[in-house]
């Protein structure tokens, strides 16, 4: 990839890094304190590995107001700090800069309170995402967003990135599933929004948190809602001849007024991939993958079904298979959510995340194809095809510098069609550093603006997650803007 | 009621009231500004009948670049504005202040998109929110959030207060339907945010915009969701022999991970005044009615419906009717949805909205009867149960200044319970002027200075809706926080 542009590190905080480090020990304990270069170089990247900075200290704090006094300290001493979860972002919304302090949640992991009755669970934020439906599988609850790196990822990053999955096509992205937060301010100040009932009162905060990628404050308790697992799940997987075909006939679902849980879009790049590793059963005679999940009782699964597969025939799907038992359902679903690990042994590749609207799926499928053709690269499209989030992977050689930059360039075309065709530059994975420049097409001047305002309100001297989200013009301007 | 303190006049805005509507008039055009007393006379007040006051002028512009004209003009000039939809604001969000231009988006009511294939309308926020769906109907489908004044609410109200309905237990409430938003800002300045795809990029402006109570700009246009209406829907009827029966019913139903389309509650004032109204079957014998409404195929209704019975059974509702045809079932819900209007017929009420955790709501509807009781009042419970948004109507005497005082005395007494319980100041209805000095039981100190901080970024002058939201002294105080 090309050369990153970070704002100029701070050389008095340089400096100063023995006694900042020192300071973070007196406030969080030795055992929280990262200082060494073999500790830190653990997190000196993201998911988006192309990039990478070892940040001056990392601090792995264990209660909240740890946090506070850690944020409080930074900001008296205009120290950047950089919030980390698991470090799984694929923006690079957890890249560090040199004189910054990485804030980590990693050890504030726990389960606070668990409320049937209520459908709610409190947890501290560190926890992985799978750890939450964990704490509640035995009663058959269960947390509904469902983003590929759900082992691994932590509420935390998934709330920084209002992360979505799989199973948001039913149950909504992470925004429609947080009840209540716990967020410590870049002044130390901590604030609570909303708890356990339904509707957040005054403005909505919460919403406004959310999405922020770490730049308003850190979050280190949530209260989410958990839902009852449905009776039972059934994906099916139904192949067609073309892209398009399969593209049309996810629209005509959608236009029928049926909301599958999932329904998941493989090209044939990717169905050989995801098919070699998984051994799922995917037809490796098809263009185009369907994998669509319904769930209910034995007879409401039938009968959706069979209504889906009504509404497919015209588009002339060449092959369908439901899933027979529990074991083939999980190797389906293995298939896909490992669908990048899979690709990732055979190319490097460059993931993109942009929404459209449904309707131009077809259409959106063939331009990717010719985009990446253009720049002599191959693509293999995975997405989320019921919401119109798009995850094209482009595939490129990271020792080939011409490869990287071509690569480079498609993902930049790919983000620019998708908000040509009234979608957006994010679905789930938002913006970081990976998509900053990129703002400028989505948004006008005056949109922008508004947004540095608000980020302003948050965090007056731009100390926290530094680089992300605005083009860094923007960012060095914003202080004459707010 | 008491008397309301709103802040203090602009006298030179008042002295300069000729000159002001001049400027409107060329702004506007003649026909677009109301400046006669019997003309703003209208608009001296909203739901909330209590209070009145006639602002300075009233201007119901056409267009956007109108409204942008108009606010850009009042910024310059220092001229609070108080943004209007039907004026239907149960909390007295519409309520003028003398020396304000109200600037109205009535006539601002058409439909300017409808996208079947990407399921969205985009309208002019003047429309109703009936409107909306009867744009769709033919096509089978609908707009979700259902506000029961919804054949006159507009969209721009429901927008300012995040409303829901009887219906937002399943499909959600303002903000969960809404995709892109046409903002004018204080300054004249026109952002879009979001559109017809599924997530919003940046950060969540639009969902911080939703419930802003026209503090933040005014929306003009907006992109929402429709949905297909289901095959069929039936609501039943089930009796109890007490408020607690009712509730732990409600509880037990939500706790077994059944989401009907809506559950209401209704105790026996509230049964008996409507049943008379609407002659809906609902039975005259009971302590408190539950409406379930179900929707899907004939068999899934069925199955559904059967469920729900099973639930019930150990709560021993003493009586149940299914709705056996559609005139039955719009009669039960025309008594549910004229309730309060039924009540006004024989009594003044004031109306209270909300939240609570489901599992206390048992609890928390014995406490409302006692504290009634204890102000020497009767109160009939009315509430959109499944979601634990609560209406209790405090029946007074709008005549008796004692009657009124103890009235609100009631209510700021069950506002505080839900706080207490672990719920919120407001459901659906927003602050306004009503319940903005509750706002220091639910927030600390540090929690409304951000909102404030985050309010003086959109309206740094504080003249949008000015006297709302905040209590009075916080908001004087607002631009020393800012």
């Known amino acids: 990839m090309t050369h990153l542009q970070m704002p100029t590190p701070d050389a008095s905080v340089l400096g100063r890094s023995q006694q900042i480090i020192k300071d973070l020990t007196a406030l969080a304990g030795a055992e929280a304190v990262i200082a060494d270069e073999e500790g830190r170089r653990t997190f000196e990247t993201d998911g988006l590995t192309a990039y990478r900075c070892m940040p001056l200290a990392v601090v792995l704090p264990t209660t909240t107001e740890e946090v506070s006094r850690i944020?409080?300290?930074?900001?008296?001493?205009?120290?950047?700090?950089?919030?980390?979860?698991?470090?799984?972002?694929?923006?690079?919304?957890?890249?560090?800069?040199?004189?910054?302090?990485?804030?980590?949640?990693?050890?504030?992991?726990?389960?606070?309170?668990?409320?049937?009755?209520?459908?709610?669970?409190?947890?501290?934020?560190?926890?992985?995402?799978?750890?939450?439906?964990?704490?509640?599988?035995?009663?058959?609850?269960?947390?509904?967003?469902?983003p590929s790196s759900q082992l691994a990822c932590t509420l935390a990053g998934n709330l920084g990135m209002n992360s979505g999955g799989a199973h948001c096509l039913k149950y909504g992205v992470t925004t429609n599933n947080v009840l209540g937060l716990k967020v410590v301010l870049m002044d130390g100040e901590v604030i609570e929004l909303g708890g356990g009932h339904l509707d957040a009162e005054g403005y909505d905060l919460i919403g406004l948190m959310i999405g922020s990628e770490g730049q308003f404050g850190i979050v280190t308790e949530a209260t989410v809602r958990i839902l009852k697992a449905a009776e039972g799940a059934r994906p099916m997987l139904m192949g067609f001849g073309s892209s398009e075909a399969a593209g049309a006939c996810v629209a005509g679902i959608i236009g029928a007024g049926i909301v599958p849980v999932a329904m998941e879009f493989m090209d044939k790049p990717a169905i050989e991939v995801c098919e070699a590793f998984a051994?799922?059963?995917?037809?490796?005679?098809?263009?185009?993958?369907?994998?669509?999940?319904?769930?209910?009782?034995?007879?409401?699964?039938?009968?959706?079904?069979?209504?889906?597969?009504?509404?497919?025939?015209?588009?002339?799907?060449?092959?369908?298979?439901?899933?027979?038992?529990?074991?083939?359902?999980?190797?389906?679903?293995?298939?896909?959510?490992?669908?990048?690990?899979a690709i990732g042994r055979i190319s490097d590749y460059y993931c993109m995340d942009g929404t459209i609207p449904l309707s131009r799926l077809p259409d959106v499928l063939r331009r990717i194809g010719e985009i990446c053709e253009g720049h002599g690269l191959k693509v293999a499209n995975i997405f989320h095809a019921g919401d119109g989030n798009l995850h094209p992977l482009i595939l490129y050689d990271a020792n080939d510098p011409s490869s990287s930059e071509r690569a480079e360039l498609a993902g930049a075309d790919i983000l620019r069609l998708c908000v040509e065709v009234g979608g957006c530059l994010t679905g789930e994975h938002g913006v970081g550093v990976e998509k900053r420049d990129l703002m400028n097409d989505q948004f006008s001047a005056t949109d922008l603006t508004v947004q540095i305002r608000v980020k302003t309100v948050f965090d007056p001297k731009w100390l926290l997650n530094p680089g992300k989200v605005f083009p860094l013009n923007d960012t060095q301007q914003a202080k004459d803007v707010a």
Chains 1, 2 share one sequence.
């Open 71 to 146: 944020l409080k300290y930074c900001h008296r001493e205009g120290i950047k700090v950089v919030a980390r979860g698991a470090g799984t972002s694929l923006c690079g919304g957890a890249l560090p800069v040199e004189d910054a302090v990485v804030v980590g949640v990693s050890r504030m992991n726990r389960v606070l309170e668990i409320d049937y009755d209520n459908r709610f669970i409190r947890v501290e934020t560190g926890i992985t995402n799978l750890g939450i439906s964990g704490a509640v599988s035995a009663e058959g609850f269960f947390y509904a967003p469902d």
């Open 279 to 341: 051994k799922a059963g995917y037809p490796l005679d098809v263009e185009a993958l369907l994998i669509i999940e319904v769930e209910g009782s034995d007879d409401e699964i039938s009968e959706m079904l069979g209504r889906i597969q009504a509404i497919a025939e015209p588009f002339g799907p060449t092959s369908i298979l439901i899933s027979q038992s529990a074991e083939q359902s999980a190797k389906i679903w293995k298939g896909r959510k490992s669908a990048f690990g």
